[in-house]
């Protein structure tokens, strides 16, 4: 789940216009942006897919159907928009995600529900003035400290601190590191939280292997590390380098236990590889799996099947959904408090949620900072293990309450920058 920050001056965004930014739904009303007596007006900024992994609109829209056609909130049905943040390979383009906060000021929408870009510090200089709260997949610094940003789960460095702690339950004493880029580049997000998570579960992380991205030949990496004797691999994987690095250790010495996470490595790469090769592999997951079945789960199910029955589903996917949930519970607060919704009161309401309800994921708690000093808009640092077995998935545990291990211990004095 390697997330790179890419700054972009916002004074070179600044003057562009609204035109290249695409949107779906309705049009703008001109409406102050409360709900008053009509519509509650959402948008989504998003990249238009997660290669490989389907369509970023797709959980939105089955849960906003699902809303509108039990009456919507308080009565007011939610009035979507998407406005695209440019292309899948590169997860968005910082002008129009810049564009694309323009255009949701310009709008009055009372929030952005299920951001999924990597650009998104490009957005706050924009909603900042107007207050609107952004529930969202965090990828940038911003995300990850900014008051308007709100999410569920705990993203790279949570993940990578998990897939060390995954590996230590498993029986694994001395894991070695692989990670796609250089230290200036990967070390930071990737490594720190790989030997971190080690460091709390108790194992021994060897020295990290950094390989060039556009790297075929994993062999030398994998001599060095069954030279340093390690019995598993962390490893910073992606879809395309799956294969190779599997092949890799099952040339350097026979079986070994490699870590990875789902949002890297797509369930469909996993699924592809030979019988021997998945029996090697664990994943970790910063939701909750599909087969815990929990309500949140089963409802999400139910929604994507009656409203988009053909996409595809992936962490992420149930994810998005939830961020529509997660504006759900803080709306219905508002509509309870009887107030119009508006920008500042789902605000309000989402800094009085101690506990997310949507039971897809471990729940956040936005009424106090993240256990990360430095990351405090990151909440929620808790992580579900994997096996996987004929291509699906087979959870450790059989729910929340024995599936879970959390590693916001481990990452209290992380540093995003190095």
């Not at 949701?104 to 929408?109: C, Y």
């Not at 940003?149 to 590996?167: H, R």
């Not at 808009?377 to 992580?383: A, G, I, K, L, Q």
Request: some cysteine; proline content about 5%; aromatic content about 6%.
């Amino acid at each position: 789940m390697r997330r790179t920050v890419i700054a972009v001056s916002v004074a070179a965004v600044a003057a562009l216009t609204l035109s290249a930014c695409s949107s779906s739904g309705s049009k703008d009303s001109g409406s102050s942006g409360g709900s008053g007596g009509g519509d509650i007006k959402i948008m989504q900024i998003a990249a238009d897919a997660v290669v490989g992994s389907g369509n970023n609109q797709e959980p939105i829209e089955a849960w906003v159907a699902s809303v509108n056609a039990k009456g919507g909130i308080g009565g007011h049905k939610i009035d979507y928009q998407y406005c695209n943040a440019g292309a899948a390979a590169t997860n968005g383009d910082p002008n129009t995600t810049a564009q694309c906060a323009q255009k949701a000021v310009k709008a009055k929408v009372v929030a952005l529900v299920g951001t999924f870009t990597s650009f998104s510090q490009n957005l706050y200089p924009y909603i900042q003035k107007a207050g609107i709260p952004n529930i969202n997949q965090q990828f940038s610094a911003a995300d990850q400290t900014n008051a308007l940003s709100y999410t569920q789960a705990g993203n790279a460095p949570v993940a990578y601190a998990g897939v060390s702690a995954m590996l230590a339950k498993n029986g694994c004493k001395k894991i070695g590191i692989l990670a796609v880029g250089t230290e200036a580049t990967v070390g930071a997000l990737v490594v720190t939280p790989f030997q971190l998570g080690a460091k709390q579960a108790g194992i021994e992380a060897l020295k990290p292997q950094y390989i060039d991205p556009t790297a075929t030949d994993y062999a030398p990496a994998m001599a060095v590390v069954r030279a340093g004797g390690a019995d598993c691999l962390a490893f910073e994987g992606t879809a395309a380098n799956t294969a190779p690095i599997m092949k890799a250790i099952d040339e350097s010495g026979g079986p070994m236990k490699v870590g990875v996470n789902d949002i890297s490595v797509p369930k469909e790469v996993m699924a592809a590889l030979s019988a021997k090769d998945q029996a090697q592999l664990l994943v970790e997951t910063l939701n909750y799996p599909e087969a815990w079945q929990t309500a949140g789960i089963k409802q999400y199910l139910s929604d994507m099947k009656t409203y988009k029955p053909n996409a595809v589903r992936v962490d992420y996917t149930q994810l998005l959904w939830g961020y529509g949930k997660i504006f759900e519970q803080a709306a219905k607060k508002v509509v309870a408090a009887n107030k119009e919704i508006t920008a500042a009161n789902i605000k309000s309401a989402l800094d009085t949620i101690c506990e997310t309800d949507n039971d897809i994921a471990p729940p956040a708690n936005y009424c106090k900072p993240g256990q990360i000093k430095k990351i405090p808009r990151v909440s929620e640092t808790s992580n579900a293990f994997m096996t996987i077995k004929n291509g699906e998935y087979v959870p450790q545990g059989t729910g929340p309450a024995d599936g879970l291990v959390d590693v916001g211990p481990a990452l209290a004095d992380y540093d995003p920058n190095g």
